[in-house]
């Protein structure tokens, strides 16, 4: 096809294909019937997902007296809900208002897949701006299989503070080496601070405004690569209960940043709780046996070493209290949801940590309750 006929059908095909309601591509792991919450109190965030909403939530935290500062660090199961009802109450509100009746607060950061090279970051990143004394890490199998610092951090890497502490461990060293995968999907990474970076960044300004193709080009390709996705799962007849084996060398990333971590919060005087966290089992799990019990002996034996208080709960929530996504196929039959559960099941989380607080003495309990 001539370059200027692609170009014409272009122009046709991708405000058809691609218009219309926007989609939050970070959330694309979210299945239907799953919500998205994030918890305010009077009006300011006590629970956020992106850097740049976490410095309101921060400001916020500081203007709370509290007698401990707790970070709550997480993936999506923190802020998913599974049949979500106006006004249900995630794990971390719950947990919020608990520590609140005690004069300690909770500050909630919460990604989707986020893996425990992103945990240690963020964690560095946050423990600039918010004085803490209480570190809850919850550590998800699924996500040792990721790999690398996201784009939606890149943040991290061009703050000073961050980066003088990533400076004093192996990892964060590794992470600063390699601080180029942090920029995503970021068009001008290899021409900073040149005449090419300004006249290209007004021209994409400019065609941003004048352009409804230009402007619709995010949505182009985080839906192409969705529709990737369902048809590799499709190819391969991957469903939500297809064994996921561990990855060596990925796996092997993930264990160092969590050692980091700890090792970390613990030269800092930060008390940290690891956990395990809940999984349905009500039916086969989607990992070989084995290896998860392994990876739980790892996560214990790594709290251990670092002082840390460790806590099992995969049997918190139980079975009824799960839900169903969509299939990871794209198709419309349901699948079973093994990292999202419902409402109360969010309650049942955070009443099992707070009484691991209580009984781990991570927080006052003097206040009537």
Known sequence: MPPVAAFALACLLIPLLFGGKAIEFRDAAL?????????????????????????????GAMQRIAGKRILWLGN??????????EGQETAALVLHHRLRAQDADLFTFSYPNI????????????????PMDVLILPVVYDDTREDGVGGDFAA??????TV??????????????????????????????????????????????????WELRPQARGKLFLYLHYLRNFVFRITAQTKRPM??????????????CLSVAAEAKIKTLVYIVPLRRDVAIPYVQSEYDAFKKDIANAAQNHGAIFADMEDVVPAEFWGQKESTTGGKNMELDFMHFKAEGHRLLAEQLWDILQRENLVETTLTQ
Request: aromatic share 8%; glycine share 6%; proline share 3%.
């Open 164 to 213: 003088s502490h990533l400076e004093r461990t192996r990892m964060g060293r590794a992470m600063l080496v390699n601080r180029v995968n942090s920029e995503g999907m970021d068009a001008f990474a290899g021409i900073r601070r040149t005449t090419q970076e300004r006249v290209e960044k007004h021209l994409d300004s400019w065609l941003a405004h004048h352009s409804r193709i």
């Open 247 to 260: 990855i060596p060398g990925r796996y092997a990333l993930n264990m160092e940043a969590l050692h980091a």
């Open 76 to 85: 999506s199961q923190l802020h998913a809900v599974n049949q979500y009802v």
């Open 156 to 161: 991290i890497f061009a703050d000073g503070p």
């Open 115 to 130: 893996n425990l090279q992103e945990c240690y970051a963020v964690f560095e990143y946050l423990r600039t701006r918010l």
């Open 31 to 59: 299945p239907e019937g799953t919500s998205s919450v994030f918890a305010s109190v009077d009006g300011i965030p006590i629970h956020v997902q992106m850097l740049d909403e976490a410095e309101q939530g921060i400001a």
